[in-house]
């Protein structure tokens, strides 16, 4: 067990907030652990499973002091958070985040920074479509990447600290620029989810006896998407308002994409399906290997 912070603040104790409580004081890695959260009631009941030493009431409180302040809420709430507690924050604290896009923390947090107060923006590869403190576990982040997105010119011992904090947790670090982040996770992340919840809506829009079948029969394929569609409505939203560029980016390669297998479907063209699915069996067992199941 290190001890790598005195006090870190969560602000947001939600699913990854939770989570990451949860696993800091299972290694050990802080002395104490505050929250604050918009939601009484999730401060409250964190205090109550003993996930955090503190549940303030604002989180002017909750920063006072920390050595280490993350941003766990929606990413639509950063700008007004960092503006109220920015006063607050002690010389030589670290910012950092969990939040999903990467650009839009330094454009949100960044001008809230203090001199002498250290931004180190990171997003965990790891969660559920599950919310709220009682979703979270300690597990969550082993054997998971955490990417870790410094601004051109941060202090090299914050990366760090920052990066060995999520390595106390169990996962493995990847530092990347921001930009590159957001582009690599339009496509892992951002658009699978958009699909999905593409697909879920086009089936509730259906007519009755239909919609009715859709679910009896789900475990066909409709099911796995139903999962990722049942994601956190707030989260998702802030995502691609967040990440706009990359996502419409990647959106029109997939819309081309999909045009050309509507086409080979059309003309029966047997062979391009069947080359365009065993190039893609062969991503899930490369993602097998790489224990990422
Ligand atoms: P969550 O379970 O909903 O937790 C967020 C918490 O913040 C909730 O308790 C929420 O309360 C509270 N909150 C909302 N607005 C607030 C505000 N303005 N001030 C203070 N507290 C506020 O969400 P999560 O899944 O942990 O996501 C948190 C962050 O992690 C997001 O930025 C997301 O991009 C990132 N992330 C999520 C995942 C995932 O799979 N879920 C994975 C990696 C990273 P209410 O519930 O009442 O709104």
Redesign the pocket.
């Known amino acids: 067990m290190t001890q790598l912070f005195d006090k870190v603040a969560i602000?947001?104790?939600?699913?990854?907030?939770?989570?990451l409580a949860r696993a800091i004081r299972r290694a050990g890695a802080a002395k104490t652990i505050v929250t604050?959260?918009?939601?009484r009631?999730?401060?409250a009941r964190a205090l109550e499973l003993g996930v955090v030493d503190q549940a303030l009431e604002s989180?002017v409180e909750a920063v006072t002091g920390a050595d280490l302040v993350i941003?766990?809420?929606?990413?639509?709430?950063?700008a007004?958070?960092a503006a109220l507690v920015a006063p607050h924050l002690a010389p030589g604290a670290i910012v950092s985040?969990?939040?999903?896009?990467k650009m839009a923390v330094i454009r949100d947090l960044g001008p809230h920074i203090p001199e002498g107060v250290h931004l180190v923006p990171a997003?965990?590869?790891?969660?559920?479509?599950?919310?709220?403190?009682e979703?979270?576990f300690a597990e969550l982040f082993q054997g998971r990447w955490s990417i870790v997105t410094p601004p051109p010119g941060t202090d090299e011992a914050a990366v760090q600290r920052v990066a060995d904090l999520w390595r106390a947790v169990g996962s493995s670090v990847e530092i990347m620029e921001a930009g590159h982040h957001d582009r690599v996770l339009a496509i892992t992340s951002h658009l699978p989810h958009l699909i999905a919840y593409t697909i879920v809506g086009t089936a509730t829009d259906l007519e009755g006896t239909l919609q009715q079948e859709v679910i009896k029969f789900s475990a066909s394929g409709f099911r796995d998407f139903t999962r990722i569609a049942a994601?956190?409505p707030?989260?998702w939203r802030?995502?691609f308002l967040n990440n706009r560029e990359a996502v419409l980016d990647v959106l029109q390669r997939f819309t081309e994409d999909l045009t050309a297998l509507q086409r080979a479907i059309r003309w029966g063209e047997g062979e391009q399906l069947f080359e365009l699915f065993t190039r893609t069996r062969a991503i899930r067992r490369s993602i097998i290997d790489a224990k990422q199941a």
């Open positions: 602000l947001g104790i939600g699913l990854i907030g939770s989570s604050f959260d918009g939601n009631a999730h401060g989180a941003y766990a809420v929606p990413m639509g709430a950063y007004e958070l985040d969990v939040g999903s896009v997003h965990p590869i790891a969660g559920t479509e599950n919310s709220g403190p979703a979270g994601s956190d707030t989260m802030d995502v």
